[in-house]
């Protein structure tokens, strides 16, 4: 398996609070990525990381800001959460992320806005 | 952009059953595909990925995948289904440019496997 590790695993939170998930690799991988997995839409890509401070938006961004200080941290901020925001988020990462070369995924967060 | 169509939410097989999941592509030149499985509670895995070198891919646990071009289809297989094989599959396809914005996901399929 691949030394991914995500925290917290479940998190309850209420509507308007800041809530941080973390993606914690051990693998040197450059490439990191956080996606959102909710049911009738199968995954969806939020922000991606192409190295340390340098990230991008993906589909899903609004609402969602990424840091990543370290190239082994990979972290997800929900500024202000919102209830469209319950949801389980994935992270992942590549070694080369070129277009060929697969995703390794972490077990997930499972996040719930009240 | 690219993306892949799952054709059914659920499949049902009986235990030892021809498994066939469906994945149809939209792209104008050949793309990378994968397939995923997700197991309760877990991340996603690979079950396996094209990548140009051949048609017929054999993966993890049984499973293989055919590309054909002609069709834009990329559909799983197993040839006898085991209990162990309910999930939720994912197919997958790659980003043409250059990938390193990740994957775009089908909406997936759940197999339910009947005893």
């Known amino acids: 398996d691949a030394g991914i590790t995500q925290s917290p695993r479940h998190k309850v939170t209420e509507t308007g609070t800041p809530v941080t998930l973390r993606c914690h690799q051990t693998?040197?991988?450059?490439?990191m990525y956080w996606y959102r997995q909710d049911p009738g839409h199968g995954l969806r890509l939020i922000h991606y990381?192409?190295?340390?401070?340098?990230?991008d938006k993906g589909e899903v961004s609004d609402g969602y800001s990424v840091s990543r200080s370290k190239t082994e941290d990979f972290l997800l901020t929900l500024e202000s959460a919102t209830s469209s925001q319950t949801s389980v988020y994935f992270c992942?990462?590549?070694?080369?992320?070129?277009?060929?070369?697969?995703?390794?995924f972490g077990n997930g967060t499972r996040l719930t806005v009240t | 952009a690219q993306s892949v169509t799952q054709l059914g939410s659920h499949v049902s097989v009986s235990e030892g059953a021809l498994v066939l999941l469906r994945c149809n592509y939209s792209?104008?030149?050949?793309?990378?595909l994968f397939w995923y499985v997700q197991y309760p509670n877990q991340g996603l895995q690979l079950l396996l990925k094209?990548?140009?070198?051949?048609?017929l891919v054999k993966g993890i646990n049984g499973f293989e995948a055919e590309f054909k071009k002609s069709e834009t289809s990329f559909h799983l297989t197993k040839p006898s289904a085991h209990m162990s094989d309910a999930a939720e599959y994912f197919c997958?396809?790659?980003?043409?440019?250059?990938?390193?914005?990740?994957?775009?996901f089908g909406k997936g399929t759940h197999l339910i496997i009947q005893p």
């Open positions: 992942a990462i590549s070694e080369s992320g070129t277009e060929n070369s697969p995703l390794h």
């Open positions: 693998e040197n991988h450059r490439y």
């Open positions: 990381s192409y190295g340390v401070k340098d990230t």
């Open positions: 792209s104008s030149v050949p793309p990378y």
């Open positions: 094209y990548t140009s070198a051949a048609t």
């Open positions: 997958a396809v790659s980003d043409l440019r250059g990938g390193a914005d990740g994957l775009t």
